[in-house]
C-alpha cells in the first residue's frame, strides 16, 4: 500500500519563512552590529589621518604653529612625529630665508646708497653726478637754456690732515658739504668726488652775471670753521667754472675744463674763482709740451749754465752764480718758467741733479787754471737736495770748499727743523751756505 500525502508549495514556503524569520532577524541585526563596530574602528583609524589633513592644509597656508598630538598607535604615532618634524624644519627654513631676504634688502639698500652717494658726507658721488649731469645737458640743448659745472677744490686741506689729523678733516668735509647746500641755490646738485673736491651743478641759468654772482656767493661758505671743541681753521677754496653747452655737452669733457680753470684760480693766489676760457686750455697744453721738451732737454744734455760774476764790497772777485738758461724748440724759456714746470710735473730733482753735477764740473775746471780758489754758488730748490749734494760730491770729486749752496728763505722754513740739520752737515762737510730771496718767505 502507497500512502500518498499532498502539500500545497504555498503551505511549505509559509513553513519555511516562519522557520528562518528569527534566524534572518537575528542574523541581519548581529549584521548591523558588525558593520557599525567596523565603521567605528575604520573612523577611528582615519580621523588622524583626516586630522594630519587638516594641519596640512593650515601649514600649506603658512601657519607652521600646528601640531599633531595623536599617539594611540605606532604608526598614526610615527607619522604624526615625522609631520612635527616636517613642520619645524620648513618654520625653520622660512625663518631663515625671512631673515636672509631682509639682510638681502638691506645689503641691496645699501649697495644702491654707497653706488650714488658719499659715505663721507651723504653728498651724491661722482656716479650719480654724471648721470644727472647728463639729463641736464641734453635739456639745456633742446631748451636753448644754460647750465654750469662747478669745481671746487679746498685750499691748503692737507694741513688740516697733517696738523690735526684725518678725522678732523672729514669733519671740516662734512662742514663744508653742508656749507655749500646752505650757500648754493635751492635746485643746485652738490657732490663730493673725492679727497677735497666738490663739484656743483647748475641748471636754467639766466646769465653769465648769474653765475658770477653764484660763484662769489660759493666763495662765502668758507672762512672760519669751528668745529667740536676748541678747534678752529679759516678755510679758502678755489673754483673753477665752466658753462654747458656753450664750452661743451660731455660731462666728463665739462669736469677737465672747469678743473683746469680751478688750478688756474688756484695759481693766480686760491681763494678765488676762474670761468673757462679757451685760453686757459691752450695755457695747459703749452705747459704739457713744455714740460715734454724740458723731460727731453735734461736726458739729451740740451740746458745751458751761465756764470755770473760775484763780487766783495772791495770789488774782489768772489765767485759766480750758476744761472740755468734754456732754448726750448720754440725758442727761449724764462728759468723761473722752466723751474715752475719742474717743481709742477716732479722734474725738479732731475733739474736739479743736472745743474749741481754740471756746475761741480765747471768748478773743477776753473779751479784748476786759477791761483785763487773760485767758489761756483749753485741754487738748490728741492727737499732732498742733501742727498743730491752728496750724491754728486762723490761722483764728480769736486772740492766741497769751492761750492757754494744758495737755498731762499721759502725753501728753508718750509722744513726748517730738517733743512737747518741738513744744512749743518754740509757746512761741515766744507760747503758755503747762503739764503736766498732773504726778506721774501
Known amino acids: 500500500m ?3 500525502t499532498g502539500i500545497s508549495q504555498e503551505e511549505i514556503n509559509n513553513r519555511i ?17 558588525i558593520f557599525l563596530g567596523v565603521y567605528r574602528l575604520i573612523l577611528r583609524g582615519i580621523t588622524p589621518l583626516q586630522n594630519l589633513v587638516s594641519l596640512m592644509k593650515e601649514a600649506e597656508k603658512g601657519d607652521y604653529l600646528v601640531r599633531s598630538e595623536y599617539n594611540h598607535y605606532d604608526e598614526i604615532t610615527s607619522l604624526a612625529k615625522s609631520f612635527n618634524a616636517m613642520i619645524n624644519s620648513i618654520r625653520q627654513r622660512d625663518q631663515e630665508l625671512t631673515y636672509s631676504q631682509a639682510i638681502l634688502k638691506d645689503n641691496e639698500q645699501k649697495i644702491k646708497y654707497l653706488a650714488f652717494q658719499d ?18 645737458i641734453s635739456r639745456a640743448i633742446n631748451d636753448k637754456t644754460m647750465g654750469a659745472v662747478i669745481f671746487i677744490d679746498l685750499d691748503d686741506f692737507k694741513r688740516i690732515n697733517d ?17 655749500l647746500n646752505m650757500f648754493s641755490p635751492s635746485s643746485a646738485i652738490i657732490s663730493r668726488i673725492g679727497g ?3 663739484i656743483i651743478l647748475l641748471r636754467d641759468m639766466a646769465s653769465i652775471k648769474n653765475l658770477n654772482e653764484i660763484l662769489e656767493n660759493i666763495l662765502k661758505a668758507f672762512g672760519n670753521f669751528t668745529l667740536i671743541g676748541i678747534n678752529s681753521y679759516n678755510l679758502t677754496a678755489s673754483v673753477g667754472a665752466v658753462i654747458f653747452p656753450m664750452h661743451g655737452t660731455e660731462i666728463e669733457d665739462l669736469l677737465k675744463k672747469a678743473d683746469i680753470s680751478m688750478y688756474k684760480a688756484k695759481a693766480m693766489g686760491k681763494n678765488r674763482y676762474q670761468i673757462f676760457d679757451e685760453s686757459i686750455l691752450q695755457e695747459l697744453l703749452q705747459k704739457v709740451q713744455l714740460e715734454s721738451d724740458l723731460r727731453q732737454a735734461i736726458a739729451n744734455n740740451d740746458l745751458e749754465l751761465y756764470y755770473q760774476p760775484q763780487y766783495s764790497a772791495d770789488s774782489t772777485l768772489h765767485g759766480f752764480e750758476a744761472l740755468l738758461r734754456w732754448n726750448s724748440p720754440n725758442g727761449p724759456v724764462s728759468p723761473t718758467v722752466a723751474v715752475a714746470i ?15 753735477r754740471n756746475a761741480c764740473q765747471f768748478a773743477i775746471r776753473i779751479n784748476a787754471h786759477s791761483s785763487t780758489a773760485v767758489k761756483i754758488s749753485i741754487n738748490i730748490k728741492h727737499e732732498n737736495f742733501a742727498r743730491n749734494i752728496k750724491n754728486i760730491l762723490y761722483e764728480t770729486q769736486v772740492n766741497p770748499r769751492h761750492i757754494g749752496l744758495e737755498i731762499t728763505e721759502t725753501v728753508l722754513m718750509e722744513f726748517f727743523g730738517a733743512n737747518q740739520q741738513k744744512l ?5 762737510l766744507g760747503f758755503e751756505v747762503y739764503l736766498d730771496d732773504f726778506g721774501s718767505g
Request: glycine share 10%; proline share 3%; aromatic share 6%.
Open 342 to 356: 719742474a717743481e709742477e710735473t716732479g722734474l725738479i730733482i732731475a733739474l736739479e741733479q743736472w745743474v749741481l
Open 196 to 198: 677735497d673736491e666738490f
Open 163 to 179: 696738523t690735526a689729523g684725518h678725522t678732523v678733516g672729514d669733519e671740516v668735509l662734512v662742514a663744508v658739504g653742508h656749507r
Open 17 to 33: 519563512i516562519k522557520g528562518y524569520r528569527p534566524i534572518l532577524i537575528l542574523g541581519s541585526i548581529l549584521l548591523l552590529i
Open 119 to 136: 659715505p663721507l658726507t651723504g653728498l651724491y658721488n661722482r656716479t650719480k653726478l654724471v648721470e644727472i649731469a647728463g639729463k641736464y
Open 424 to 428: 749743518t752737515k754740509l757746512k761741515q
Open 2 to 4: 502507497v500512502l500518498v
